[in-house]
Nanobody
């Protein structure tokens, strides 16, 4: 059983910062790419940022410069530092991890339960 547990969401004023954390636990043989997605009200889930096991990163173009993704491989954790937050960043943020649970299994994606981020104007 694999679990992704997110934390760090909440209510913040515009211009403020939040740091999201996601810890992966359970049966892990190999942990590959990790990332953050978000789902704005009434919209489809979209990629925020991703990070590979060798720490290469990619970001949604609209978020570059304000959001920073990082990970700690020793802790099987990924983080999202969000600065200069805007009301339009209000969304549910989801952690995603691509995991292989055994030597003979294939990689597949797992999701956290989501954490609400609300930015007030």
């Amino acid at each position: 059983q694999v679990q992704l547990v997110e934390s760090g969401g909440g209510l913040v004023q515009a211009g403020g910062s939040l740091r999201l954390s996601c810890a992966v636990s359970g049966r892990l043989f190999s942990l590959s790419t990790m990332g953050w997605y978000r789902q704005l009200p009434g919209k489809q889930r979209e990629l925020v940022a991703g990070i590979t096991s060798d720490l290469s990163t990619n970001y949604a173009d609209s978020l570059k410069g304000r959001f920073t993704i990082s990970r700690d491989n020793a802790k099987n954790s990924v983080y999202l530092q969000m600065d200069s937050l805007k009301p339009e960043d209000t969304a549910v943020y989801y952690c995603n991890a691509v995991i292989k649970i055994s030597a003979w299994s294939t990689f597949r994606g797992y999701w956290g339960q989501g954490t609400q981020v609300t930015v007030s104007s």
